[in-house]
Structure formats: C-alpha cells, structure tokens
C-alpha cells in the first residue's frame, strides 16, 4: 500500500492522513489493538480512526479463514453501544470483547466474528509442550486443557496424532498465562447461541495472542501461511512488546 493512498474501505467518508504518532501518544491502532507510540500510521481525526502502517497495508477488505470457511469475511467497524442497541460484540475465537470503534472481520450471515490479528493465528503449530505431533485449530465440545487444566473454549489446538492433548490458545506457547480458563463458565452464560455477543467483558488475551505470533516457531509458521506478507504487521508486534 502507498503511503499516499491509505486504502478506502477502512474510510468510504474520509481520506485518510499520514501521521507520525509522539512517544507519548496515547492512540492504539484500531485493528491490532495495540499501541501507536512513537510509530508511523494513518488516522481520520473526524471519524477517530487510528491504523499502523503495516496493519494498514497487510488486512484487505475480505479475507477467507479455516475457522469459517463457509463464507467469505469482510472487514467492519465495531458500533458503539447505546441505549437501543447496547449489545456488544466478541471474538469467535480468543473470546475477547471486540472494543467498540474496532475493526473486526465479520460474517453477518452467520453472525462470526474474529479479530483480524486472530485471523494470523496458524492453523497446524508444533508446541513446546507437545513436540512430538503437530497441532491443530479445531473447534469442539467439553474437555479440559492439558495444561493449565481448565475448562476449554470451542475453539482450541489438539494433537494431530492419537494423543489426547488439548490446548487453551493461551497455553500452547508453553508459558505461563493467567487468563487461559479464566472467565470461560461466565462467558458462556453471557454469551449467545451464535457466540458473537456478550453482555459482559472477556477475559483480555490480545496481549498473548501478540506474544504467540512473536515467539520463534510460531512467526515461522505464520510468515509461511501468508507468505511472509504478515511479517510487517510482526515487526511491529515485537517493537511494542520485545
């Protein structure tokens, strides 16, 4: 993407500005959700519009993903709640709260929705806690994660193998977390038949899902299922979070 010609879609109203954001800069990017600080991007002051360059340039206006290959996902924007539609959204797959003003991708047919940093997680990894098979993004019932031993979410990685392993997102990078688990028997009263919406908050893992796609073995296989398009939009991860 030319830095002169942000692409349309993230704005039909405006063009959007080339702006170098200050150390002290509070805005975080409206797709990654992470900080803007010292970083270049492109924003719309009129309709609050923050994005990274390299966000900007690697999400397209749709996408195909493994968790819903159904239909194609398109790139929306969050509404904020209100008195006549205080319904508030969350990711099909990490379970977080999708922030009002926030780009998501979205099927409206099928009411799925995914956070598009969600969407560059690797469909088949190989964890430090289970080095021996392949894993892979399977959604399923029931069961509890076999390492922090809490109750799973619908989507999570198992053994492609004839081993029961079964992972939280959160825990399948091997380290230490205290948000796998937490919150899943709540969510799950809050949540609807669809899993899109909630009237509660989820438990925040954006921060994991950022460090997973960062560690060594997981941005090889990230850069292999994108091509290596996705490694702009890592370069900036690691800059925020290394």
Same mark, same amino acid.
């Given at each position: 993407?030319?830095?002169?010609?942000?692409?349309?879609?993230?704005?039909?109203? @405006?063009?959007?500005?080339? %702006?170098?954001?200050?150390?002290?800069? +509070?805005?975080?990017?409206?797709?990654?959700?992470?900080?803007?600080?010292?970083?270049?991007?492109?924003?719309?002051? !009129?309709?609050?519009?923050?994005?990274?360059? !390299?966000?900007?340039?690697?999400?397209?206006?749709? %996408?195909?993903?493994? !968790?819903?290959? $159904?239909?194609?996902?398109?790139?929306?924007?969050?509404?904020?709640?209100? =008195?006549?539609?205080?319904?508030? $959204?969350?990711?099909?797959?990490?379970?977080?709260?999708?922030?009002?003003?926030?780009?998501?991708?979205?099927?409206?047919?099928?009411?799925?929705?995914?956070?598009?940093?969600?969407?560059?997680?690797?469909?088949?990894?190989?964890?430090?806690? @289970?080095?021996?098979?392949?894993?892979?993004?399977?959604?399923?019932?029931?069961?509890?994660?076999?390492?922090?031993?809490?109750?799973?979410?619908?989507?999570?990685?198992?053994?492609?193998? @004839?081993?029961?392993?079964?992972?939280?997102?959160?825990?399948?990078?091997?380290?230490?977390?205290?948000?796998?688990?937490?919150?899943?028997? =709540?969510? =799950?009263? =809050?949540?609807?038949?669809?899993?899109?919406? %909630?009237?509660?908050?989820?438990?925040?893992?954006? %921060?994991?899902?950022?460090?997973?796609?960062?560690?060594?073995?997981?941005?090889?296989?990230?850069?292999?299922?994108? +091509?290596?398009?996705?490694?702009?939009?890592?370069?900036?991860?690691? !800059?925020?979070?290394?």
């Amino acid at each position: 993407m030319a830095d002169d010609q942000p692409r349309r879609f993230f704005d039909p109203l @405006h063009q959007l500005v080339k %702006t170098q954001y200050g150390p002290e800069a +509070g805005a975080s990017c409206d797709i990654c959700l992470s900080k803007l600080a010292g970083l270049g991007g492109h924003s719309c002051s !009129a309709c609050n519009i923050d994005l990274h360059d !390299a966000c900007a340039g690697y999400f397209k206006e749709t %996408t195909s993903f493994f !968790a819903h290959p $159904w239909h194609t996902l398109k790139l929306s924007r969050i509404p904020h709640p209100s =008195a006549s539609s205080p319904v508030r $959204w969350s990711c099909d797959l990490c379970l977080e709260e999708c922030r009002p003003g926030s780009f998501v991708y979205r099927c409206i047919q099928c009411l799925f929705d995914v956070h598009p940093l969600c969407t560059m997680l690797p469909q088949t990894i190989r964890s430090p806690l @289970h080095p021996e098979h392949d894993l892979r993004m399977v959604p399923s019932g029931g069961n509890y994660c076999s390492a922090c031993e809490k109750s799973l979410p619908v989507w999570r990685y198992v053994c492609g193998g @004839h081993c029961v392993v079964r992972l939280h997102i959160d825990c399948v990078s091997g380290e230490t977390t205290t948000s796998a688990g937490q919150g899943d028997a =709540a969510a =799950a009263d =809050a949540t609807g038949a669809n899993g899109s919406h %909630t009237a509660g908050r989820r438990p925040r893992r954006r %921060t994991v899902i950022a460090k997973f796609l960062l560690k060594t073995s997981f941005r090889i296989a990230v850069n292999a299922a994108t +091509g290596g398009l996705g490694s702009p939009v890592l370069d900036v991860l690691a !800059a925020i979070f290394n």
